[in-house]
């Protein structure tokens, strides 16, 4: 099944925006449609606004900011997003991630810009007004807006996340035990370090009496915990750290020449000459042939599916 992910309405070619047109962003529809079931909303049209119709900003202070529209800013519908926002958000209880638009005052999440009386925007941006009050109601989902999926990295982190909140999702579904909830953390042992090695452990020292707690408690304190390492990106250093692991369960199994084409490759990758595919797709070709348990099992190898290729760039 594929996985329910939100998005802004204009991403996916829908001419909803306030002059008519769209945003289509074909890294959605190209590549990530093949295992994302989008769910699309454009809260403006949602609140009962016409296409075409005349645009509104954010003005106020940054952190509970207006939005009015441009023309008139006696036309409030601060109110009416945000309650929008919080409808949607409630009925769609069952995403695992969500990509805004960009600068949108509505669903902007980094970068909007809020105006100030004096005509010019505030030095801090603030959140669009639908966006806020979604997010606020689902503070653990993985969200991105579309300008930031188009660095590598953002884009890889923004996936990782969303595959491991569904991989979650489906555990609660089936019911947690302290076997589960350990097994999970087994599991993403390597993509938790390659994120925070040091936080990696923090997680596995909570888990260490699982047995004898609540297991929904600790459930969601750990999955809190999760989502919030996974929010940090991965670096070069803390990759090559997990790929030196990696390479540690196959020293007694391939050949002397083998092990130093491995430890060039995973070299290479570490001082950016090579991208984090090639030392994975090495691994992944030794542990074919000389099989591991443990690390079949590791989410690390393949926390997405491969024809994404989202690791060719980073």
Sequence with gaps: MKIKVGISSCLLGEEVRYDGTHKHLRLVTDSLARYFDFVSECPEVGI????????IRLTGEVDNPKAVAVHDETLDYTNELTQFGQQK????????????????????LFRVKVYQENGYPAATPGRGIYAQAFTNAHP???VEESGRLSDPTLRENFVTRVFAFANWQELKKAGLTSKILTDFHARYKYVLMAHSPKKYAQLGRMLADAGNQNIEELGEHYFTALMTVLGELASRKT?????????????????????AELANIIEQYRTAQLPLIVPVTMLKHHFNNHPDPYIQQQAYLQPYPDDLSLRNAI
Excluded at 89 to 108: E, V
């Design 239 to 259: 990759h090559t750290n997990v790929l030196m692991h990696l390479q540690g369960y196959l020293k007694k199994k391939i050949s002397a020449s083998e092990k």
């Design 140 to 142: 653990l989902l993985p």
């Design 48 to 55: 009962g606004m016409s296409i075409p119709r005349k645009p």
């Design 89 to 108: 958000a409630q009925q769609h209880d069952d995403l695992s991630g969500y990509i805004f638009m960009k600068n949108s005052p509505s669903c902007g």
